[in-house]
């Protein structure tokens, strides 16, 4: 359970870093801005993870 919240916020600190680094490109970031996207993309990245996850052990449930 831990390793599943490490991993967590890693996701978010990532998608974090990346937003904030492509706001600061063009100029001076908002970081309610750079939040919000960050927030958006990380659901969609955990939910994109957790159908992967739930169709690989769907498969190895049904070999068995």
Known sequence: MVYII???????????????????EQGKPDLGQVLETTVLWSIISYVVI???LFGITLLAATEN
């Not at 490490?6 to 600061?24: N, P």
Request: no cysteine; proline share 0%; hydrophobic share 75%.
């Open 50 to 52: 957790g159908v992967i």
């Open 6 to 24: 490490v991993v967590m916020i890693l996701i978010f600190v990532a998608i974090f870093a990346v937003q904030y680094r492509l706001a600061s």
